[in-house]
């Protein structure tokens, strides 16, 4: 049952999350809610996560800004106001935010993480070791928005100690994902918001959507 509530939350506001503009970024602690009881609920959780860089690559301007915030919280209550508008799913109504060596991931079946591939993630072994568990236990890892082959190949070098029995593997449009509350044709390329006539990321000018299984065929990131 819990794996249909995420698979009916992900497909819903799969594309109510954008990265707008960085010019929105906050990281005053004000935005970041307290945790609350998780309950019956479903709550929004963005993953903190530290860098293996200081500062954008070739974005050196924007060395100050964290890229585990990028649109926070804008993206997050997006996200959630088209869960309640397009489901019955009871819904806390505002994000919280959490890093992965805290053990209370475990009462919360959904989390968050984006922009990891720019500067690379830093996990520590606690981290990974939370991570690895939370997944086979039946948690939900969404990850958004990479820039390019190189991102992925930066992010997947830290990513793939977490799960290093498992394959990553491409989902065909068919996969029941696509089909479960929107019939999608399978991947779909966004165009950014600011910057339209550049279509495609980079070096990559179609959709993918990757996943990792456990052996039951549940798509657990």
């Known amino acids: ?99 992965l060596d805290d053990d209370r991931i475990f009462e919360y079946p959904f989390l968050y993480m984006l922009e990891v591939g720019r500067q690379g993630i830093q996990l520590s072994e606690k981290e990974m070791r939370n991570l690895r568990e939370y997944l086979l236990r039946g948690g939900f890892l969404f990850i958004d928005d990479f820039w390019g082959t190189w991102q992925w190949s930066n992010f997947y070098k830290t990513f793939s100690q977490v799960l290093p029995d498992k394959s990553v593997v491409e989902l065909s449009k068919d996969h029941q994902i696509f089909h479960s509350f929107y019939d999608i044709d399978g991947p779909q390329m966004i165009p950014r918001v600011h910057n339209i006539e550049n279509y495609p990321e980079q070096d990559i000018d179609v959709a993918i959507n990757r996943a990792v299984l456990d052996d039951d065929g549940r798509v657990m990131v």
């Open 1 to 99: 049952m819990k794996s249909n509530i995420l698979l009916c939350v992900f497909c819903a506001g799969i594309s109510l999350i954008t990265a707008d503009s960085v010019a929105e970024i906050s990281l005053t602690t004000d935005l970041i809610t307290e945790l609350h009881e998780a309950g019956d609920a479903f709550t929004f959780v963005r993953v903190k996560y530290d860098t293996t860089s200081s500062n954008w690559g070739e974005d050196e301007d924007w060395g100050q800004w964290h890229t585990w915030a990028v649109d926070f919280p804008a993206a997050d209550q997006n996200f959630l106001r088209g869960v309640r508008r397009l489901t019955n799913i009871h819904v806390n109504k505002e994000p919280v935010v959490m890093r």
